[in-house]
């Protein structure tokens, strides 16, 4: 089990520079021009090259790309060519924000998703189950960004339950009940399409479990029904749970980006969307990248909890 895990991290590096490759010269594909983007209508043309070569922009492409990458280890992702700031204060703390939307998402889209999967599972064929069918259907062809401003008019505008954006209330304290104040709305608009894909996954584990020969031994020797549902229905669904969750970290992260837009929400996705608009490389290239760790991270403890709850492997 071990030598699994330490192989597993092992292949994170070479997996890890290709995803630096493919994130640095695809955004370098463009046809902007950074500079010129925000100084052609500033300074000479000759100072402008001035700037290129004080950027590194005047070198050929692999150059800008070790360039780059020393960067990301030793100078906080190089100087943003907008805000001309470190990479590292403008990404960092938006990302440390996104951190905590997504983690908000990810409980929502287990607990949701979860309950209404088991629920419509011991309930298969009932009239319970093709309900709750009948909304995951729906659900799953929702606009996030639709559903987000629906939430807002709902909860922010019609009934004033909630905030209609931002992370904190301006006049007040700021702490953590202000913060999941805030978090509700957002967290239940990006979780909407990850929760019903989970939900699908667990009603389907859930009818299979509850349709094998060991369940109908169980019944059969007066187990109650709590017991079964509980012990070992419950157990059997756990690795579909996770990896279904580790599977779905795309569409929490996509979800998120868009819904940071809706609801005024600081994080990376708003930094994203200025610095595609600005054109500011550095900026782009360090977001994307860390979104991409975070994914592959994800999914690389989605498979080291799958091998734990595997008793075949437990132990190997």
Do not use: C
Request: overall charge positive; glycine content about 10%.
């Amino acid at each position: 089990m071990t030598r699994q895990i330490l192989w597993r991290l092992v292949n994170l590096v070479p997996l890890l520079f290709v995803i630096s490759l493919l994130v640095f010269f695809i955004s370098q594909a463009g046809p902007a021009d950074p500079i010129k983007d925000v100084l052609s209508q500033k300074m000479s043309a000759e100072q402008i090259e001035q700037i290129r070569q004080a950027y590194g922009l005047d070198q050929t492409a692999w150059s800008q790309y070790l360039h780059w990458l020393r960067d990301m280890f030793t100078n906080g992702g190089g100087i943003s060519l907008s805000v001309r700031s470190p990479v590292s204060g403008i990404v960092y703390p938006a990302f440390l924000n996104t951190l905590i939307l997504g983690a908000a998402t990810t409980v929502v889209t287990v607990v949701l998703g979860v309950l209404i999967g088991f629920a419509a599972g011991i309930r298969h064929g009932r009239p319970a189950d093709r309900a709750a069918m009948l909304f995951v259907q729906i659900g799953s062809n929702l606009p996030i960004y639709w559903f987000g401003l629906i939430i807002i008019w709902l909860t922010a505008v019609r009934w004033n339950w909630l905030p209609a954006g931002g992370m904190h209330d301006l006049r007040g304290d700021g702490g953590f009940g202000d913060l999941l104040l805030h978090l509700i709305a957002p967290a239940f608009a990006a979780s909407l399409v990850s929760m019903l894909i989970v939900a699908r996954f667990v009603r389907a584990a859930v009818i299979e479990s509850a349709q094998s020969d060991y369940i109908r031994t169980y019944r059969s020797q007066g187990f109650g029904r709590a017991a079964i549902l509980g012990k070992h229905i419950g157990r059997n669904i756990l690795p579909p749970i996770v990896n279904t969750t580790g599977l779905t970290v795309g569409s929490v992260i996509t979800g998120v980006v868009f819904v940071e837009t809706i609801f005024s929400w600081p994080g990376l996705g708003s930094v994203l969307l200025n610095a595609i608009a600005g054109s500011d490389y550095p900026v782009i290239q360090s977001g994307i990248l860390l979104v991409a760790v975070v994914f592959v991270v994800v999914n690389l403890i989605t498979d080291v909890l799958l091998d734990l709850l595997n008793p075949r492997l437990r132990h190997a």
